[in-house]
């Protein structure tokens, strides 16, 4: 039977969504599940964990001093030791941002070998499912090694509950901080929680379509309401009207939501690369021509200026 | 200080990909030197301002045709060239050795620039394994770089603006994000200097690498074909509105 | 029963549209069909739109100069029209023509004087005044990057320029040929988009109207080929009418760059539009500050004729789908580069790849067909957008003239032009016509 460790990722205390995606995908095979938990284990998780299928927590806590504890050097280097410990042969991680500046690490630290950002995985032969050619191609990659590695794209499985009768170990670790790489500090951002583009269920943006900086505040008072990512095309980045952090497409971010509102966005090919394997597509666009009207599943002809008002008032 | 920045021969995202056979692509489309590795090159030549003594190695491992990408990144600012020449496809595991020999071979960094991703087998991790195989520190999608006392401050940005700064000691691996620099694009003087600088060609071969402990192999490759049926959505704005809502409820189940 | 109109014009692009409008205006029931969603998408849209006078003959030179008084004009044209798009703009940046090898510019000159077109000649320094960034070396004869030649250093100077203070380019090609479209319906035209025409049917030597893909029929005793690139399919769909042409069509692939201008220089509002046959290219600003670079398509750059509908499918292979090609992006960029040396180019080609309806002498084909009541506006070889306007109401009478009995191949139709006063044998772009050797056989016309 194999050994799978799955990173777990928190948000407020509580295990994110996105990380019970990653337990029902690994629990399709016939596997041992482990959580691999740096962020303490209370009741709550423990049950949220178990609900889903894992077999065994591994609770192992890093010290409180956020210097530590948000280290990515510090966190691979904990689940790397977590994994040789439990003879682990298989990891899973979600391949958020944090991820991705967590997960290879750990693949380089043991040299073994990883594919980020997978859409599916065959643990029966060890084929992970992920996208290559901005988007344009899937390629379907096996792994060989006494330990292999995959990086989940954030709701690329939704969790689905498979209640386990789950035990709780703790690992202690020897959390160094390496003298080489240390964090100096940190910001949150200004409204400390804006949703992330890669893990969001839902992601407004806003193209050409919106004309200026100003406008682009309808598409975060709407984004505020439905608790929804802010994303933009790069027309929106160029102009200056909101931080590269926010473009979506082929030199941005590449998301797979489950719903995604596209609004004044004509939809080049370069903007699909990044969010065609997004489950809905809505589009908003007062030119029924736009490319993107006939790639979407729902396709709103009408002005922005009057629907996105009318959207913040109902919800 | 020796500069080197690792680089990368990708198709052009706006090529039309075709595949060949189950695990090939068709390379006859345009190559072109990895976007992300574009803000690697030039912040290596901001950076070489500051620090003028300093050489930038610009390496790259693949076909010869991988030449051209040297070139462009010399036009960008690097001095020279080194090409590891191979026919094969590596997996990152590979291509992170070969790198690693090819630098060891080639003299000794204070720092190593990368793309923080390819855009072509986006695999993000090659930058980490490099940096493992020397022992240097490593951070990703690095967005401001500041040299100070012999330690290098790199603030890297996560999603939704958010962003760490961290110290880490050279030498180091730092991969370039977007909001790293402006690319800076070259000149026809520029491409007339960069045809006058040298570039060495070293067949994979020939740096000797033993395998590793493991592997990632394409097994097949097939195009992304999205299937979608537009509806529309029709009436008065307000109508628009609320059969959106409709929609995030009940078809999406994204709101509640 | 079929639907049956007076007029159907296959194309609903920039020439078709105006053929609409003016045949609309005289009393002509018409229907426009177009295989695309929407007017204008289609090579219009991958148009650079440049409007100016050079060309190698005199009556291409008029035509131009003629088209000019529409665009000036282009609301009152239209008869004040509202489009819920929004209305093209024609943008005056005045044409600077660089004398050099690359052009036979002593020609232009002389039709310039023969027609009235307003000029200045500019020496060095006033070329360097109005272009700052400027160098004005020789860099005759045009090659490649590839070519070791390419980056000799030059020696001599070019000798001047002659400024035409009209000139410019249309801001949005494919909005202007929707603007069309709106004036035409107003006049009662109809449009059908979508629709793919896959016969022309005639009897006994004259046409009856059309066949669509799905099978539709719609009749009409009068049917207008301005299928652009696909004009050579359309015409050999009728009967005898391919056979009939002495002078032939083929799509020519064709590539048109973007490449930012350098920061200091303005040039989407200091910038002229300048053709540069010493560097094979002529540029036009665009909006973002962007340089764009189309090409004059010199001898050493490969042509690649290829079939319309695999070239728009994205199929063919490098160089011959429609994907920039970085050889080509590189030769295109690299010439202006020698020209404007602090211009940066990116690595990535960034602008439109669409193709030419391209004649056997680059100059159009505007007559009707061996084949009673069609006829054609083909041929356009990437340099009629500027003239559309002026070929949508020459089209029209001459149309409205063999309709009334004119046979016009043996007493060619004379064309009275509205503003420059002047008349146009219309027989100069006949289809029986033997290559014109005046012509400069590229974009130039």
Known sequence: ?315 | ?256 | MNKKYDAIIIGAGVIGTPIAFELCKMGYKTLNVDKLPDAGEGSTAGSCAIVRAHYSTEDGVALAYEGFKYWLDWENYLGNVTDEKGMAKYMNTGSILLKSEGHDWRKVQKNYDAVGVKYIEWDLDTIKKHVPPIDLHKFWPVRRPEDPKFFDEPTEMLEGAIFCPEGGYVNDPALSAHNIMRAAEAKGGEFMFNAEVVDIRSENGKVTGITLKDGTQIDAGIVVNVGGPHSFKINQMAEGVWEGCNIKTKSLRHEVMYCPSPEDYDYLNDGYHMSDGDIGCYVRPEVGNLFLIGSEDPDCDPQEWVDPDEFYAGKGGHGRDNVLTDEQWKAQCYRLGKRIPTLQVPNQPKGVVDLYDCSDDWIPVYDKSDLDGFYMAIGTSGNQYKNAPVVGRMMAELIDACEKGLDHDKEPFQYEFKYTKRTLNVGFFSRKREINYDSSFSVNG
């Open chain 1, 1 to 315: 039977m194999k050994q799978a460790g799955i990173y777990i990722e928190m948000e407020n205390n509580r295990v994110k969504d996105t990380s019970l995606g990653m337990i029902t995908l690994a629990a399709r095979a016939d596997v041992f599940l482990y959580a691999l938990v740096l962020d303490g284990v209370d009741d709550s998780t423990r049950q949220n964990l178990a609900e889903y299928g894992i077999n065994t927590i591994v609770d192992m806590p890093l010290a409180d001093d956020p210097q530590i504890r948000r280290n990515p050097a510090v966190r691979a280097g904990a689940i790397a030791d977590a994994a040789r410990e439990l003879k682990l042969d298989t990891i899973f991680g979600l391949s958020t941002a944090e991820g991705k500046d967590i997960i290879p690490r750990v693949a380089a630290m043991m040299d073994v070998p990883l594919v980020m950002d997978c859409l599916d995985v065959n643990l029966e032969k060890n084929i992970a499912r992920t996208s290559q050619y901005s988007g344009k191609v899937m390629a379907d990659i096996q792994l060989t090694g006494s330990v292999i590695i995959f990086g989940i794209r954030p709701n690329a499985v939704q969790p689905v509950p498979a209640p386990a009768q789950a035990q709780t170990i703790t690992l202690t670790l020897d959390t160094t901080v390496p003298a080489n790489l240390s964090l100096l500090s940190w910001d949150d951002g200004e409204d400390g929680g804006r949703i992330s583009l890669a893990e969001a269920d839902i992601i407004i943006a806003g193209g050409r379509g919106l004309k200026n900086k100003e406008n682009f505040s309808l598409i975060f008072e709407c984004a505020g309401k439905m608790n929804a990512a802010v994303g933009a095309s790069r027309v929106a980045v160029d102009e200056g009207w909101v931080p590269y952090a926010c473009q979506v497409g082929q030199t941005g971010e590449k998301v797979s939501p489950q719903v995604y509102i596209a609004c004044g966005i004509s939809g080049s090919i370069q903007h699909f690369a990044g969010m065609k394997t997004a489950k809905m597509i809505i589009a908003v666009n007062k030119d029924e021509n736009a490319a993107i009207m006939a790639h979407c599943d729902y396709h709103v002809q009408g002005d922005l200026f009057e629907i996105l008002p009318e959207l913040i008032k109902q919800l």
């Open chain 2, 1 to 256: 200080m020796q500069i080197y920045v690792c680089v990368k021969h990708v198709p052009d995202s706006a090529a039309n990909i075709h595949i060949l056979g189950n695990t090939q692509i068709d390379e006859k489309v345009a190559f072109l030197l990895n976007p992300y590795d574009e803000h690697a090159v030039t912040e290596a030549a901001v950076l070489k301002k500051t620090v003028p003594d300093s050489d930038i190695i610009a390496v790259c491992m693949g076909k010869k045709d991988a030449e051209k990408t040297i070139r462009s990144a010399m036009a960008m600012g690097a001095d020279r060239g080194l090409v590891v020449e191979t026919d094969a496809v590596c997996d990152s595991m590979t291509t992170a050795r070969a790198l690693h020999a090819a630098i060891v071979q080639d003299g000794s960094p204070d720092i190593i620039f990368t793309g923080k991703e390819s855009i072509d087998s986006e695999g993000m991790q090659t930058l980490f394994r490099i940096g493992a195989l020397f022992d240097f520190p490593v951070v990703t999608n690095a967005v401001s770089l500041e040299i100070k006392s012999g330690k290098a401050v790199v603030t890297c940005e996560l999603a939704g603006g958010r962003t760490r700064t961290f110290q880490l000691a050279l030498p180091c691996v730092l991969g370039a994000g977007r909001g790293l620099n402006t690319p800076n694009y070259p000149t026809f003087p520029d491409v007339v200097k960069a045809r006058k600088k040298p570039i060495q060609t070293i067949s994979l071969d020939s740096l000797g690498i033993p395998p590793g402990p493991g592997s990632a192999k394409i097994v097949a490759l097939e195009p992304l074909i999205q299937k979608r049926r537009p509806k529309k959505i029709l009436g008065t704005p307000a109508e628009q509105a609320k059969e959106i809502i409709r929609i995030l409820q009940q078809d999406a189940k994204v709101i509640s």
